[in-house]
């Protein structure tokens, strides 16, 4: 599993310029995400939000959200690519947050910070496979 703690992760330098590794494809993707609680909470399972994903890479995600989540905020994510696949289950970091104006929707963007090797490699298989089929890719 890859796992990176939450200090060695540079929010800045996600934000400011990064070489992708991973290609990223424009998608409609639904996940469910929920805000990690602080050490002494309980965790609710009722407190799981449904979105749908802006685009999707093998090292992190982007959507949209009526709430405003601060940037550093730890993630629980289920991203499903079908009703016919298990959801892959991994955590993230917000490393961006875009308010949309003259709206209450922000731009989340989150970077994977604990997702089995495997479920990574789905990610990519699924974004590769897009590319093949839906034509706009984003290479930033």
């Known amino acids: 599993m890859l796992k990176l703690k939450t200090n060695q992760i540079n929010i800045s330098k996600c934000e400011v310029s ?47 959200s009526s709430y405003n989540i601060e940037i550093g905020t730890v993630l629980d994510l289920r991203i499903g690519f079908s009703t016919s696949t298990v959801p892959v289950k991994c955590k993230g970091i917000v490393t961006r947050v875009k308010e949309q104006p003259h709206t209450s929707i922000f731009g989340i963007a989150t970077a994977f910070t604990e997702i089995e090797e495997h479920e990574k490699e789905m990610i990519d298989r699924f974004v590769n496979a897009t590319l093949h089929s839906y034509p706009t890719v984003l290479n930033y």
């Not at 965790?43 to 093998?58: E, F, I, Q, R, T």
């Open 18 to 64: 990064e070489r992708r590794k991973y290609q990223r494809v424009e998608k409609a993707i639904i996940i469910r995400f929920r805000i990690r609680p602080q050490k002494g909470q309980a965790l609710a399972p009722s407190d799981w939000d449904m979105v749908g994903v802006n685009d999707l890479s093998a090292r992190g995600l982007f959507f949209n």
